[in-house]
């Protein structure tokens, strides 16, 4: 610890610097000791076609509800995982747990799983990936797998072949938060990807900002044009929908739909859109 001379002079570093380092080091120990079927739980967020209007994919989103340190978001506790490793362990728990929950849902509603570069880095994804289909019997085409831009990045050929050998088992590959990072979609071409997420930034301007309605449109015939298909996320308002809509968009993502939901809110949120649609 470094000494003040209680006027600030020899202070090495700001108080509340030392307060999030402490916070991050018991998150770790927590993450670390943690019993995942105990403490974590999945929820799940439908993703709507625009052109059947049906939910054709749910993606699945960790939280850690049994943290004892209160509520803390994936964003804060996914990083911690990534860097010590342990994403490695609790990204094949999310994925089983998310296949699992899949099999068991109404109609063939695919579900889609968020990975991180260190289980591509550090584990071996594409066994894990394989495993889980061949244990829960879910067919390779209802899987879908979100990776980042930043998992393209730079030269590297083991993630090339860890995505092609995924593609190869069946399974789809969906760029998430597209537009955020190093994005240039011919670039993409060189890597199997179906599906680009583009992300709630530009969503949430589009009404009001005619740069994020062009990105938007442009991103959406460009990845029509090299075959990939195209779902926005974060929709919160109608208006947003009606415009994101006109621009060919393929699905919708966000709390204008529906927040992630625990499963039997999804059943039941499931059964009351089928509901709907017999009465339409
Ligand atoms: P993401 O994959 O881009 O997931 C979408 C995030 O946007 C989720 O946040 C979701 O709750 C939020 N969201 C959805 N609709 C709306 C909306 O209309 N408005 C707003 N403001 N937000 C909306 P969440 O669940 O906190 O997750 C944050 C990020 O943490 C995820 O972003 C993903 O990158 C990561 N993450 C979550 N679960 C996992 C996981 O199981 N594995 C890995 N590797 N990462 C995960
Ligand atoms: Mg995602
Ligand atoms: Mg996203
Ligand atoms: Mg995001």
Partial sequence: RAKSDGRGSYQFYAPEMDDRLQRRRMLELDLRAADFDKEFELVFQPIVNLQS???????????????QRGQIRPDEFIPIAESTGLIVQLGAWVLERACREAIKLPGSINVAV?????????????????????????????????????????????????????H???????????GTGYSSLSYLRNFPVDKVKIDRTFIAEIAGNRDHWAIVSAIVNLSHALEMTTVAEG??????????????????????????????????????????????
Wanted: with cysteine.
């Fill in 114 to 166: 968020n990975l991180s570069p260190g289980q591509f880095r550090r584990g071996n994804i594409v066994d894990t990936v394989a495993n889980v289909l061949k244990l829960t019997g879910l067919a390779p085409e209802r899987l879908e797998l979100e990776i980042t831009e930043s998992l393209l990045l730079g030269d590297n050929k083991e993630t090339l072949l860890a995505l092609n050998r995924l």
């Fill in 168 to 178: 190869a088992l069946g399974v789809k590959i969906s760029l998430d938060d597209f």
């Fill in 53 to 67: 209007k049906q939910v054709a994919v749910v993606e699945a989103l960790l939280r850690w509800p049994g943290c």
């Fill in 235 to 280: 929709i919160e308002t109608e208006e947003q929908l009606l415009i994101v809509r006109a621009t060919g968009c393929d699905a919708v993502q966000g709390h204008f739909f529906s927040p992630p939901m625990s499963v039997a809110q999804l059943r039941r949120y499931l059964e009351d859109q089928r509901a709907k649609l017999t009465l339409a």
